[in-house]
């Protein structure tokens, strides 16, 4: 992991404007924000996909972008985290957004295609997700 950005900034390696530490994850303002407050949260274990990291390095993460939100005084905000190239990750080392939305020009632009369901095949689906679980 000596190549990934993010192994440097908690390394030290690279400063940060670092807004929480623990000892299993960092918090930082984004410097190339969507918005004002845009921050990161980073698990400290290296891992390129959410399913790479075990689940006692990712216990923070939600209370600290919750903290976050709040500290920057977000009535509407993104929680957004990335799964490879094709989900937009563009660090291979899994990260949380927390994107303020002040307005329709700030934060995050979405969209949404939803499709029409089909019942049967999100039964079948159901069933088949269930058993991996």
């Known amino acids: 992991m000596a190549a990934c ?42 891992g390129a996909k959410l399913t790479d990291v075990p689940d006692d390095h990712l216990a ?6 919750k903290k976050l939100a709040a500290a ?16 937009h990750q563009e660090v291979d080392h899994v990260h949380f957004h927390m994107i303020p939305k002040p307005n329709d020009q700030e934060g995050l632009g979405i969209g949404w295609p939803a499709t029409k369901t089909d019942m049967d095949a999100l039964k079948q689906l159901l069933t088949e997700m269930k058993a991996k679980m």
């Not at 390394?11 to 303002?29: M, T, V, Y």
């Not at 923070?60 to 972008?65: K, S, T």
């Not at 005084?73 to 990335?82: F, H, P, T, V």
């Open 5 to 46: 950005i993010f192994c440097k900034i908690i390394k030290g390696d690279i400063p940060s404007f670092k807004l929480f530490e623990s000892e299993r994850i960092l918090a930082f303002l984004d410097i190339q924000p969507l918005s004002k407050g845009h921050a990161l949260v980073v698990p400290k274990h290296h």
């Open 60 to 65: 923070e993460v939600l209370p600290v972008a």
């Open 72 to 87: 920057v005084g977000a009535q509407d905000y993104n929680i957004l985290q990335n799964n490879g190239r094709l989900a």
